[in-house]
C-alpha cells in the first residue's frame, strides 16, 4: 500500500466509504425503528430522545462526509486531470480547501459523540460510578483538543505542503493516542466488571453463562468498548507516520466507523442485547433456579408441616 498513488487512494477510498455508508444506512435505520416503535411513555423520555439526536446528527455527519468525498474525488478526477498528475494539483491536495479539513471536522464530531457513548455505556455498566470514567472522560477532552488542533493544522497549512508536515503529525498522533487510550480502558473495564459479576454469583453458588457463550460475550464487550474502531484508528496512526498514501483509504472509512460502532451499541440497548442487558437476564433466570416452586396444598395430619411458605417466582 506504501507505492499506491494518492488519486488511486482517494478512489478507493470512496468505494470503501460509499460501502461503509450503505451498512452505516441499514444500522442507523434499525436504530431510528427500534427508538421510534416504543411506547408513547418510553419514546419520550430523555434518554431515548437524546439517543435518537445522537443517532441523527452521527448519520447526518456522515452522510455530508461521503458527499464531500464524492465532490472531492470528482471534481479532481474530471476537472483538474488528477488522472494524469495523480491528484497532486487537485483539491485532494490542496488543505487549504474547505473540502479536506470540513471532513477532518466531521469526523472530529463523531468521535466525540462515537467516545462519548463508550464511556456512557461504561459508566452504566458500572452501576453509574462517576469515577470510573473520570478518565476516559479527561481523553474525550484532550481528543477535542488535538481534533481542533488538527482541523486548524489542515486549514492553515501552506499551499504545496505535504499532509505529513509536522504540525499535523503532532496533532495527529495524540489523537489517535487519546482516542485508543479510551477504547482500551473499556475494554479493560468491562472485562473486568464482568470478572468481578461472575466471581460475586459463583460465591452464592450461581453458576452464570452469558446468553450465548462465552464467544458472546467476549464479542459484546469487544462492541461496546469500541475496540473494532480503535483498530482503524492505529491503522490511521501507523500509515500516517509512515507517510503513506493508504492512509487517505483509512481516514475516509473512518468518516462511516466513528458512526457505525455507536449505532451497534445503541440497536443492542433497544434490543436488550447490550453487556449489562444480557448479565441482568442471565442472573435473573439461573437465580430463578434457586428458587422453590409455590406450595398449593396443605399437607395432611401425620405427613409433616402445614402451610408451607409460597415463594414468590
Given amino acids: 500500500m506504501a507505492g499506491i498513488t494518492m488519486i488511486k487512494a482517494c478512489f478507493v477510498s470512496l468505494i470503501c466509504e460509499a460501502f461503509l455508508h450503505g451498512v452505516y ?9 427500534l427508538l421510534l416503535r416504543k411506547s408513547r411513555v418510553r419514546r419520550t423520555t430523555p434518554a431515548n430522545i437524546l439517543m435518537i439526536i445522537v443517532t441523527a446528527i452521527m448519520y447526518l ?13 470528482f471534481v479532481a478526477i474530471f476537472n483538474q486531470d488528477g488522472a494524469e498528475n495523480d491528484g497532486l494539483d487537485t483539491d485532494l491536495n490542496n488543505f487549504r480547501d474547505p473540502k479536506p479539513y470540513s471532513q477532518i471536522a466531521l469526523e472530529m464530531v463523531n468521535y466525540i459523540i462515537g467516545d462519548s457513548v463508550v464511556v456512557w455505556r461504561t ?8 469515577y470510573i470514567v473520570i478518565f476516559p472522560a479527561a481523553c474525550v477532552l484532550g481528543g477535542i ?13 501552506p499551499p504545496g505542503e505535504a499532509i505529513y508536515n509536522t504540525d499535523m503529525v503532532n496533532w495527529f498522533e495524540p489523537y489517535g493516542a487519546f ?9 479493560a473495564a468491562i472485562s473486568y466488571k464482568t470478572w468481578q459479576n461472575v466471581k460475586q454469583h459463583r460465591a452464592l453458588g450461581i453458576k452464570m453463562t452469558v446468553g450465548g457463550g462465552s464467544c458472546y460475550g467476549v464479542l459484546l464487550i469487544l462492541i461496546e468498548s469500541g475496540i473494532v474502531y480503535c483498530f482503524f484508528l492505529i491503522g490511521a496512526v501507523v500509515l500516517f507516520s509512515a507517510q503513506s498514501s493508504g492512509v487517505y483509504i483509512i481516514t475516509d472509512m473512518l468518516g462511516q466507523v466513528t458512526g457505525i460502532y455507536p449505532t451497534v451499541i445503541i440497536v443492542l440497548v433497544c434490543l436488550k442485547m447490550s453487556w449489562d442487558s444480557t448479565m441482568t437476564s442471565t442472573a435473573l433466570l439461573t437465580t430463578a433456579q434457586f428458587v422453590q416452586p409455590p406450595m398449593t396444598s396443605t399437607a395432611s395430619e401425620g405427613q409433616g ?9
Fill in 179 to 187: 482516542t485508543c487510550a479510551i477504547n482500551i480502558y473499556a475494554v
Fill in 145 to 157: 483538543v488535538s481534533g481542533i488542533g488538527l482541523v486548524h493544522s489542515f486549514a492553515t497549512v
Fill in 61 to 73: 455527519a456522515a452522510t455530508a462526509h461521503l458527499i464531500l468525498s464524492f465532490w472531492t474525488n
Fill in 305 to 313: 408441616p402445614t402451610g408451607l411458605h409460597s415463594y414468590d417466582s
Fill in 25 to 33: 444506512t441499514i444500522l442507523c435505520s434499525a436504530a431510528f425503528y
Fill in 123 to 130: 459508566w452504566v455498566i458500572w452501576g453509574k460510578n462517576p
